[in-house]
């Protein structure tokens, strides 16, 4: 008896000594699943390595990590991200941007109108749900936001395999707290025509708790998540126990967002060209010209006190213009904007019945989150600074990403998160 006890207890040994070995020599294993954040104005993909415990996004673009959510259909083929946003003032009609706006979700023929008077393209209904016609003139081509948001996911799926080296088949998602289960259902579409397996859909809030940790503590806690992207606030007041995540309240404006701060800041500068020049500004080059140095300018601004700005524009003058903004001039231009950000927030405390000081963590998602004096106004609301740790224009990928490595069996992760779902929470939409 004894000798099959030290037998199997060697054994046992082996096999430990065996797994160390191979954790510290043999390289570790290529990343089984992806995650993928399918934003409504930029999207990414990311993966957890083994044994090192790093999250990794993966560059869908030489520059970015993030790629716009846009996909241009021109006579010499489909551009996706960076490559569709150059044709977005010479083929407005027939370049799709904000598809995730539509995906899954029922309109009348009265509220599919006013959601399009924001766009330059067109849509029709069908079977109760948004289409989009590309081209200007009939006989028109008909794709479905599905399919656009297939084609943003692929040229995702194809920057993955490029990096890893292995064919990517398998993805875990991302979805606004307040997506039905008609809208989560056309997300897995949209992904099974890019050649994709969902193996799970979770929250965008709970996305960004884990990315932050939230999910590993053992203490009842109390976050708000503020997620201002380019083109939507959203607030989720979530309550975490034990990596069980409890969604409470969700308010925020479907119509808020960079993209706002972009164009308070481009009609101001279009105004000084025209001014100085006398001439209108109507060049479509020009103006896309004028476009990317606004872009360029918000994100300078977010580092400096003030940026300078050298543009061409043969359209209205012959030498260069040359501007400076500062930080202080851009927050005045925006403050309303700004103060908008508070509202959806007051709404889930008061849903929650809770007080600011009751919130133990303030979460900022979006690219927009990185705006001084967003997380300025916050922190004061608040009485405490949120935590800004991670990238927020990322931190929902790194979260989706930490699932997907959990749910490969991507050592050391071990915690999961789960999700109870309040079928009584809905959203509180200000737009």
Not at 326 to 348: A, G, S
Request: with cysteine.
């Amino acid at each position: 008896m004894s000798t099959a006890v030290t037998i199997f207890g060697l054994s046992v040994l082996a096999l430990l000594l065996a797994g160390y070995l191979g954790q510290q020599y043999l390289p570790p294993p290529k990343p089984r699943i992806v995650g993928i954040d399918l934003g409504t104005t930029y999207s990414c993909v990311a993966v957890y390595h083994a044994v090192t415990g790093d999250v990794e996004v993966i560059p869908a673009d030489k520059k970015h990590k993030t790629i716009p959510s846009m996909v241009a259909f021109t006579p010499d083929g489909e551009r996706v991200g960076y490559a569709a946003l150059s044709h977005i003032e010479e083929m407005p009609a027939s370049t799709i941007f904000d598809a995730k706006r539509f995906i899954g979700k029922t309109f009348s023929e009265k509220e599919l109108a006013l959601e399009m008077e924001r766009y330059q393209f067109q849509a029709i209904l069908k079977n109760g749900g948004a289409i989009f016609q590309i081209g200007e003139h009939s006989p028109y081509q008909l794709i479905s936001p599905e399919e656009v948001g297939s084609k943003i996911l692929s040229t995702l799926c194809q920057a993955s395999e490029k990096m890893l080296e292995v064919p990517v088949t398998k993805t875990v998602m991302a979805v606004p707290a307040e997506f039905d289960e008609f809208q989560r259902n056309a997300t897995r579409q949209a992904a099974e025509l890019a050649g994709l397996e969902v193996m799970r859909i979770i929250n965008e809030p709970t996305a960004a708790a884990m990315a932050y940790g939230l999910h590993k503590r053992e203490d009842v806690t109390n976050i708000v998540v503020v997620d201002f992207g380019g083109g939507t606030l959203d607030v989720s007041l979530l309550n975490i126990q034990g990596g069980m995540f409890q969604t409470f309240a969700i308010a925020g404006n479907n119509h808020l967002g960079g993209q706002d701060l972009n164009h308070r800041l481009m009609v101001y500068l279009q105004d000084l060209i025209e001014r100085n020049s006398g001439k209108s500004l109507k060049n479509l080059e020009d103006i896309q010209h004028l476009r990317l140095a606004v872009e360029e300018t918000k994100l300078q601004l977010t580092n400096h006190n003030s940026s300078t700005m050298t543009i061409k524009l043969p359209s209205v003058n012959s030498q260069p213009f040359n501007f400076t903004v500062t930080r202080k001039k851009f927050e005045e231009i925006n403050r309303d904007i700004f103060l908008k950000v508070l509202e959806p927030i007051r709404i889930v405390l008061k849903e929650s019945e809770m007080t600011p000081s009751e919130v133990d963590e303030i979460i900022l998602v979006g690219g927009s989150t990185r705006v001084p004096k967003v997380r300025e106004i916050v922190g004061e609301f608040f009485g405490k600074p949120p935590n800004t740790e991670v990238d927020p224009e990322l931190a929902v990928a790194y979260g989706v990403a930490l699932q997907a490595g959990i749910i490969g069996g991507m050592w050391p992760l071990k915690v999961s998160a789960i999700e109870i779902h309040n079928r009584k929470v809905r959203k509180i939409n200000l737009s």
